[in-house]
Structures are given as C-alpha cells and as structure tokens.
C-alpha cells in the first residue's frame, strides 16, 4: 500500500478490514501513559512500541501492533520482547528509514524470520523529532478507523527531566535533541494528524489533554478536544 503519507508492505494474510470503523488507542512512552487512566476508555485494539513490555501498566493489555526501532530490534533476542509477542500474537512494525542500518544485524536476521508472517514494513511521509508513537498513529490512520485515541505522545512538556513510562533508566531529554526542538516537533505532528484525520473523516483523542507534560495539549484541545465522554472515564 503507498499513498502520500504511507509507505506500507503488510505480511501475507494481514486482514486490514478488521480495523475499519474500530477504535484504536496509541500508547507512547511519555510520561502521561502512566498518569492518564486511559484503561477505563472503550477501544478495540492497541498499538504501542519499543520497551512497551517493561510497563507494569501494560502487563494485562493485548498489543495488537508494537513499532520497534533500531535500538530494540538490536536486541530482540529478548526472552521478554518475544514472550510477549508470543503471548499477545502480536504484529511487529518496523521503518526502514530509521532502522535499516540494522537490518544485517543477526539479531535482526532471527527475529525477523522467525516471525516472518508477522512483521509490517511501513515508512511515513511525515518524519521529525516527535517519535515512534507519532509514526504508528499515521499507521493507525491507514487502517481506516473510526477513532485514534493517543497517549503518552508528550514532549518534555514544562520540564526537562521527565521520565520515560517503559524505561525509567530514560529521563529528560536525550539523543542529542534540545529542548524547543522535542516540544516544537510535539506541536508539528499534532497540527499534522488532525490535517491527516480530519481528511479521513476519523476521530482524534488526545487523553493526555491538560496534562503540564503534555506539549500537544495546547493545540489538541482546541482542535480535537476530549469528548465529555471520555473526560468522564479518564
């Protein structure tokens, strides 16, 4: 599949219908994924990424798709990663753009073989310094859901040392970024997948939503802002 904001090769058998008209949550590494009761909302499939298993938060919750990066696939020989892929029969997304310069790794050769019928290639139009989360809810968007509700996509919000929901050695801003930028790109994918949603005619949630950490809470809610259904179960 190739359009003008994705770049997607599915596994043989990937059935795309089944997420049309579903309500999709997006959980992020931010620091909200842990203070926001996103668990009390209705939703019919979960998409998360990287050290997702690491959150005690996440234990019970069946991920549906999880995005893994370079660093992660680096390491995916992981009894735990693949416990839990095992367990939740989970879909495995992964960027060519920012991971290929693993992919002659060996640990990469072995998980990508072994779940060969599993994994989905996919790169975005969309790329800046907003993360994976943000990537996967553009991939959320292609499958044709009625509604993405994100969490945990934060920035560093009013302060620098936040810490990571699924890493807690993560704290404050890292990779070399500075601060304004982390926070800018926040705000560029917000405006980004409300443009995107909005053409696609589905429905975006911002449950992180006046949260201090939350940098795109001053764009989501005025532009897609909660319903008062969902600020009643959050």
Known sequence: MKNDFINIKYPKGFATSKYENKRILVIGAGPTTN????????????????????????NNITVDITSLINRILKKSNSTKLQNRLDKDNSYIAIEPYHSSMVFDHMTY???????????????????????????????????????ICMVGIDGYG???????????DLV??????????????????????HK???????????????????????????NFPLSKELKEQL
Request: overall charge neutral; glycine content about 4%.
């Open 109 to 147: 050769k072995e998980l990508t073989n072994k779940y060969k019928d599993k994994c989905i290639f996919f790169d975005t139009a969309f790329q800046n310094k907003s993360g994976a989360a943000p990537r996967l809810a553009i991939l959320a968007a292609a499958l044709n859901p009625k509604s």
């Open 172 to 193: 404050g801003i890292r990779d070399g970024n500075s601060y304004k930028s982390v926070n800018d790109a926040q705000i560029e994918f917000a405006i980004y997948i």
């Open 196 to 222: 995107l949603c909005s053409k696609l005619k589905i429905e975006l949630f911002n449950l992180s939503e006046g949260h201090p950490e939350n940098v795109m809470s001053s764009y989501s809610k005025t």
């Open 35 to 58: 203070m926001v009761n996103w668990q009390n909302i209705e939703y019919d499939y979960v998409f998360t990424c990287n050290q997702y298993f690491e959150c005690d938060k996440l």
């Open 158 to 168: 009013n302060a620098s040392n936040l810490v990571h929901s699924f890493d807690k």
